[in-house]
């Protein structure tokens, strides 16, 4: 049990444009989910904490503006990178605590590794 | 959330028990000890967590010190596919804009060998 999945698994893009990507908890309800984002060599950096049915809460240097956060149920939350650049190409990582469980058990999907050409 | 040390690297033969150190020695009473890991261009695995007392679960064993100044993940039969990072990490949930925020260090970098 406790699998969260994440779609896409890579994605390229060119830069100006915007890229979802979909967190999905598949036998759990999540009532909080997290985004991270980790660069090459480096640990993962926590980016939001996302609750179902409300506005996420972003972590200081992260632009929510840029880093458009949905979390309409307790299953599902997207991320949206909007107009991405070179910059952005990173591995991003979701993850969910059960409802009712302790939050810092978190659950982690495989990751999506996106490259902004 | 108390600082955690952990050597950056450690090398464990195959079968063999490997043995994961962290130091926290600035733990408060009420933080749990958690520990995850990552394998390469993987997102991160929960492993164990503990307050006090030892735990077991099917994939580990985490051993923490009676004043709870450090503690021991132990991975009892290594596998190749255990190389890893593996990161211990010091929470209290105290809720509010703190909750579930975990800070991942620099972890320990396992390389399980033949």
């Known amino acids: 049990g406790a699998v969260v999945s994440q779609h896409p698994s890579w994605v390229i893009c060119k830069s100006g444009t915007s890229v979802k990507i979909e967190c999905r908890s598949l036998d759990f309800q999540a009532t909080t989910m997290f985004w991270y984002r980790q660069f090459p060599k480096q640990s993962l950096m926590l980016m939001a904490t996302?609750?179902?049915?409300?506005?996420?809460?972003?972590e200081q240097g992260v632009e929510k503006d840029k880093f458009l956060i949905n979390h309409a149920s307790l299953t599902l939350s997207t991320l949206t990178v909007t107009s991405a650049h070179p910059e952005d190409s990173s591995f991003y990582i979701c993850s969910a605590s059960r409802a009712g469980g302790q939050p810092d058990t978190q659950y982690f999907g495989p990751g999506t590794r996106l490259t902004v050409l | 959330d108390a600082k955690t040390t952990q050597p950056p690297s450690m090398d464990c033969a195959e079968g063999r028990a490997a043995n994961l150190p962290c130091n926290h020695s600035?733990?408060?009473?009420?933080?749990?000890v958690y520990w995850y890991r990552q394998i390469h261009s993987q997102g991160p695995q929960y492993i164990i967590h503990g307050l006090k007392n030892n735990e077991t679960n099917e994939m580990a064993s985490l051993i923490i010190t009676e004043d709870r100044k450090s503690s021991t993940l132990i991975l009892p039969h290594a596998t190749l596919r255990d190389t890893a990072v593996y990161y211990c990490i010091v929470r209290f949930n105290a809720g509010g804009t703190s909750y579930g925020k975990l800070t991942f260090g620099q972890g320990t970098i396992l390389t399980v060998h033949p």
């Open positions: 600035t733990i408060s009473g009420n933080e749990y």
């Open positions: 996302s609750n179902e049915g409300s506005k996420a809460t972003y």
